[in-house]
């Protein structure tokens, strides 16, 4: 597959090619992220500063999967323990990225992290307490 230079790159197209390498691959380089994206190593650059914010825009879509799933699942409706397998059937295709961010310890240690994973966390309290 050759470089896309001249065509805008969607960025969505590029973090999913990313996250479909680096759940199977954990340390895969910038390099070998561009290349799996069909984008030169340059242009991955100017999306992302480096890998750091590659995993951080990798958190965001990790996030923004997981409360999509938790609105699809409708957890507060019915028995708990059919909510839970709703989510568990909406969450299933979430679950490489969510292992690879969980691997990445920078997104939770210290003041940077993302408030989405508490709200999250608060939704799925909310679903184990009516349990």
Do not use: K
Not at 32 to 61: C, K, N, P, Q, Y
Not at 75 to 85: E, F, T
Not at 102 to 124: H, K, M, P, S, V
């Amino acid at each position: 597959m050759g470089y896309r230079c001249l065509m805008a790159v969607d960025r969505e197209q590029v973090l999913r090619s990313a996250a479909a390498l680096l759940t199977r691959r954990a340390t895969a380089t910038m390099d070998e992220v561009a290349r799996a994206a069909g984008i030169s190593r340059a242009t991955l650059h100017r999306h992302f500063a480096g890998r750091d914010a590659l995993v951080r825009a990798l958190e965001a879509l990790g996030i923004a999967e997981c409360e999509a799933a938790l609105d699809a699942a409708r957890p507060l409706d019915g028995p708990a323990a059919d909510a839970v397998r709703r989510l568990v059937r909406e969450m299933e295709p979430a679950a490489g990225l969510l292992a690879f961010l969980y691997t990445e310890n920078q997104l939770f240690e210290g003041e940077q992290q993302n408030e989405g994973w508490a709200r999250i966390d608060a939704r799925l309290t909310e679903l184990f307490r009516r349990g």
